[in-house]
């Protein structure tokens, strides 16, 4: 149990368009989502984190409107990623939890997305 | 404030050897500590948790790691070293109060590179 999907595992996108992508917890109900971005060989930096039915709360230096966050769904959660430029290119990581953000429930964590931006 | 310290960036350790992957943490209140594993292009998988209760933990994979209370360390193990757990390891912690609530979210430490030679 607590399997966490994201889809697309890889994309590649032309400079100046969006992309979306998705996170789903497939046999739970995620009260919170967050969405990590990782650069090669360093940790996992917290982007946001999302309640369902709520506005995402952005970690500090993340820019909201670039980076557009939606959990409209106890199991879905989806982070676009605006007007994207190369230096957007990382491995974006979702993780779900079954409670609120403030409650020391376990992170389930997807597979990561690979976004190259050329 | 939480933090996660993992001193080395590398751990090399010959197959069928003891290993062990160093880490140390500070929060408020009571952590909750976490070791995940990443193998390259994958997300991170859950390998093993204190929360309370035995200072050893056994996790996935024949991993344990031994919570230490006066030296704010939960230092990851294993005695016979396999090939295939070359990967990327991330120790994590979460400071939680009495109450269960948490001070903050989950912060994870630099990540150590296993190497296990044949």
Known sequence: GAVVSQHPSWVICKSGTSVKIECRSLDFQATTMFWYRQ???QSL???ATSNEGSKATYEQGVEKDKFLI???????STLTVTSAHPEDSSFYICSASKGSADHSYEQYFGPGTRLTVT | AQSVAQPEDQ????EGNPLTVKCTYSVSGNPYLFWYVQYPNRGLQFLLKYITGDNLVKGSYGFEAEFNKSQTSFHLKKPSALVSDSALYF???RGVNAGGTSYGKLTF?????????P
């Open chain 2, 109 to 117: 430490g630099q990540g150590t590179i296993l190497t296990v030679h």
């Open chain 1, 70 to 76: 939606n959990h409209a769904s106890l199991t879905l």
């Open chain 2, 11 to 14: 751990v090399n350790v010959a």
């Open chain 1, 45 to 47: 930096m917290l982007m």
């Open chain 1, 39 to 41: 650069f090669p060989k």
């Open chain 2, 91 to 93: 120790c994590a912690v």
